[in-house]
């Protein structure tokens, strides 16, 4: 959907950006990588299809994968 701008789900071409608001506190959905909330803020993206509701959540940064890798990517039981 991110990609093609068209809904997996219903083919509908009514596709949204919605984007992360850095300058706010705790905002959007956000995946954090350290204890300090303001530091290791990782912004996760939702592209919404207007016409079914059906919603993915990516991470558009390459540098933002590394830094995940980085902190979760060894933890036990995280697959490969």
């Known amino acids: 959907m991110k990609n093609t701008r068209i ?12 984007p992360d608001h850095p300058g706010r506190y705790a905002s959007g959905n956000n995946i954090y990588t350290t204890r300090f909330t303001l530091l290791g803020k990782i912004p996760v993206i939702r ?21 995940l890798w980085q902190t979760y990517g060894d933890m036990p039981g995280a697959e490969r």
């Open 47 to 67: 592209y919404v299809c207007c016409d079914c509701g059906y919603a993915e959540d990516w991470v558009e940064s390459p540098a933002e994968w590394v830094q």
């Open 7 to 18: 809904c997996p789900k219903c083919g509908g071409s009514r596709v949204v950006r919605i």
